[in-house]
């Protein structure tokens, strides 16, 4: 077996296990911290994809946005933390179900798709051309910025919030 397919294995595995954790885990802080490792196992898979931009993208954006989170988790829910309730509800199986169901027809629309391997590959100019859209007034700089306000609003919010009426 190739080296490489060994590291897709394992980082396949890993991505599933992980994934899992990150909805089977009682405590917030641990979960976020499974969805991390989980986006990194992506990173990987990207990385053996030979998608090196992608990647990086899955790694500052999703993992740094996951720190994040963690942050706003520890700032809104210590209280939360400490509730030892149950995890589960009475309709879980239906949930379990459901996802069954959307299983099955995905994986039987993956079946019928004719599969191509192509040699295309990315060309500089394109990787430019998107660089120059991120930044240009006509085209995705305006959602940029509105996702900025956003977020700034959001933390502000919730500092507001987690610093209660003492």
């Not at 080296?3 to 405590?27: D, Y």
């Not at 986006?39 to 993992?63: C, D, H, K, P, R």
């Not at 007034?137 to 919030?161: D, K, W, Y």
């Amino acid at each position: 077996m190739p080296p490489l397919q060994i590291v897709f294995l394992v980082a396949s595995a890993a991505t599933l296990v992980s994934g899992l954790l990150v909805v089977v885990s009682r405590n917030l802080i641990h979960a976020a911290l499974w969805l991390i490792v989980t986006l990194f196992m992506v990173a990987v898979l990207f990385v053996l994809l030979e998608a090196g931009f992608l990647a990086t993208v899955q790694v500052v954006l999703y993992i740094g946005a996951i720190a994040i989170m963690i942050i706003f988790a520890v700032m809104l829910t210590r209280r939360v933390m400490k509730d030892p309730g149950p995890q589960t509800n009475k309709q879980w199986w239906l949930a379990a179900l459901v996802s069954l169901a959307i299983f099955a027809a995905l994986a039987a629309i993956l079946f019928q798709v004719p599969w191509t391997v192509t040699n295309a590959s990315v060309s500089p100019d394109s990787l430019t051309d998107l660089g120059k859209s991120l930044v240009d007034t006509n085209r995705f700089v305006l959602p940029f910025e509105v996702a900025s306000v956003l977020l700034i609003a959001a933390l502000i919010g919730s500092i507001v919030i987690a610093g209660g009426r003492d």
